[in-house]
């Protein structure tokens, strides 16, 4: 049986196959160990690429919440403005009707000082003209004193 040229040939092939499997495991596994880590390397670069995008999202919505306090900050900032201006128009519009009040009883005052004046000096002007009439038509100095008498009796009630 180990004389015969089948049985060398199966050793042959048998040694063959061993020497091949050997060869083409080693290349099967290298190939695989290479895709591995080829996969390995895939997966790792995903992973980081996952974690940037993580990174970029929490970034991002970090800066919405930013920008989102910050819009509030200025809408309270730009309406505490609006009622300040509107408190200090308020106060300018009080301020400017109680002088323009101010003014305008000054005036009706000042007018009214001329007027009274005016009336006094007509007062004056008419009893004088009076007066003259008097002395020239030659009025008894009796009755004269009494006609005097009388217009300033009644020089309070005129002035007013």
Not at 7 to 27: D, E, G, S, Y
Not at 108 to 120: C, G, N, P, S, T
């Amino acid at each position: 049986m180990f004389m015969t040229a089948e049985f060398w040939v199966f050793v042959a092939f048998v040694i063959f196959v061993v020497l091949v499997w050997k060869k083409a495991a080693a290349a099967i596994t290298g190939l695989l160990d290479a895709r591995a880590e080829k996969i390995r390397a895939e997966l790792d670069e995903a992973q980081r690429l996952r974690e940037d995008a993580q990174a970029l999202l929490a970034t991002y919505q970090r800066r919405q919440r930013d920008a989102l306090q910050e819009s509030e900050a200025i809408i309270a900032h730009a309406r505490e403005e609006a009622d300040r201006l509107r408190n200090q128009a308020g106060a300018d519009l009080e301020s400017s009707l109680k002088r323009r009040e101010a003014q305008a009883m000054d005036r009706i005052a000042q007018a009214e000082a001329a007027a009274l004046a005016e009336v006094r000096n007509l007062t004056v002007d008419v009893a004088m003209s009076a007066s003259r009439r008097i002395l020239e038509s030659g009025i008894q100095p009796a009755q004269a004193d009494k006609l005097i008498e009388q217009s300033i009796a009644e020089l309070p009630k005129h002035l007013h």
